[in-house]
C-alpha cells in the first residue's frame, strides 16, 4: 500500500453507503454512515492502519486493513 490509507478507505465508504458530507477543519472530512446513523471524520492523509480500522469500525464496518 502507499503511503496514505485515505483512498482505499474512501472505495470501502462508498461501497457501503457512506457519503461525504461537507469538508471539516483542514484536510478533514465530515462523512455519513447509513449503517449507524451517525457522522464521522475522515482524515485527509491516513497513515495509520490502526487509524483506517477504527474510522471503518465508526461507520459499523468490519475491520480491512
Given at each position: 500500500?502507499?503511503?496514505?490509507?485515505?483512498?482505499?478507505?474512501?472505495?470501502?465508504?462508498?461501497?457501503?453507503?457512506?457519503?461525504?458530507?461537507?469538508?471539516?477543519?483542514?484536510?478533514?472530512e465530515?462523512?455519513?454512515?447509513?449503517?449507524?446513523?451517525r457522522?464521522f471524520?475522515?482524515?485527509?492523509?491516513?497513515?495509520?492502519?490502526?487509524?483506517?480500522?477504527?474510522?471503518?469500525?465508526?461507520?459499523?464496518?468490519?475491520?480491512?486493513?
Amino acid at each position: 500500500m502507499g503511503s496514505s490509507f485515505t483512498p482505499e478507505l474512501k472505495k470501502v465508504l462508498r461501497a457501503h453507503g457512506c457519503h461525504l458530507e461537507r469538508p471539516g477543519k483542514g484536510d478533514h472530512e465530515i462523512w455519513f454512515s447509513p449503517l449507524t446513523q451517525r457522522r464521522f471524520v475522515v482524515d485527509g492523509e491516513i497513515k495509520s492502519r490502526h487509524t483506517a480500522n477504527a474510522v471503518l469500525k465508526q461507520a459499523g464496518i468490519g475491520k480491512q486493513f
